[in-house]
T-cell receptor, first 117, second 114 residues
Framework: AQKVTQAQTEISVVEKEDVTLDCVYE???????LFWYKQPPSGELVFLIR??????QNEISGRYSWNFQKSTSSFNFTITASQVVDSAVYFC??????????????FGKGTKLTVNP | SQTIHQWPATLVQPVGSPLSLECTVE??????LYWYRQAAGRGLQLLFY??????ISSEVPQNLSASRPQDRQFILSSKKLLLSDSGFYLC?????????????FGPGTRLTVL
């Protein structure tokens, strides 16, 4: 069965520090997708990125970057020059299928990031 | 653009009372729809999913049920709430096509059962 592990339960940094959130996954699928979501205090999950298993190129979007390493089954997320607005719970998720064949996401337990001014 | 609505935003209900949470999606047709629950300090757990009107599948056995009376409406219900039903309920939708697509989430409903 698919599994996502986010070993860091909580991280606290000072503004402008760089921070990396770890994500390790387990799957037997040969083709799969990985996702990151942000959950600010308001509660709504905000989609950040989708990456398929065939694309191991790192991706950068502004202060955000993602490092996908198939060899270690990891999909880590780095925030450069963190800001207070980055404070949120971040979830890593992995594609899976229900018994009925429909798509579903398997989520890690999340990492709570607090950026202090 | 697509938007997803959930209501109510918060709800406090006594044990044994009924429940009805509603989710609607705008700006898309025939979406996949999902209900997740997020318990305190835990990740999200898929409860129900639907690929079309009247088509509901459950991922885990529980005290809840779901219905999809219209293409873009998804309802989560219970006849008698339990304390363990407390949590943050999130509705999500995704596009139905050949690719594995990201899911987009609503604002959620925080349910407290007393």
């Amino acid at each position: 069965a698919q599994k996502v592990t986010q070993a860091q339960t909580e991280i606290s940094v000072v503004e402008k520090e760089d921070v990396t959130l770890d994500c390790v996954y387990e799957t037997r699928d040969t083709t799969y997708y990985l996702f990151w979501y942000k959950q600010p205090p308001s509660g709504e999950l905000v989609f950040l990125i989708r990456r398929n298993s065939f694309d191991e190129q790192n991706e950068i979007s502004g202060r955000y970057s993602w490092n996908f390493q198939k060899s270690t089954s990891s999909f880590n997320f780095t925030i450069t020059a963190s800001q207070v607005v980055d404070s949120a719970v971040y979830f890593c998720a992995l594609s899976a299928y229900t018994q009925g064949g429909s798509e579903k996401l398997v989520f890690g337990k999340g990492t709570k990031l607090t950026v202090n001014p | 653009s697509q938007t997803i609505h959930q209501w109510p935003a918060t709800l406090v209900q006594p044990v044994g009372s009924p429940l009805s949470l509603e989710c609607t999606v705008e700006g898309t047709s025939n979406p996949n729809l999902y209900w997740y629950r997020q318990a305190a300090g835990r990740g999200l757990q898929l409860l129900f999913y639907s690929v079309g009107i009247g088509q509901i599948s459950s991922e885990v056995p529980q005290n809840l049920s779901a219905s999809r009376p219209q293409d873009r409406q998804f309802i989560l219900s219970s006849k008698k709430l339990l304390l363990s039903d407390s949590g943050f309920y999130l509705c999500a939708w995704s596009v139905t096509d050949s690719s594995y697509n990201e899911q987009f989430f609503g604002p959620g409903t925080r349910l407290t059962v007393l």
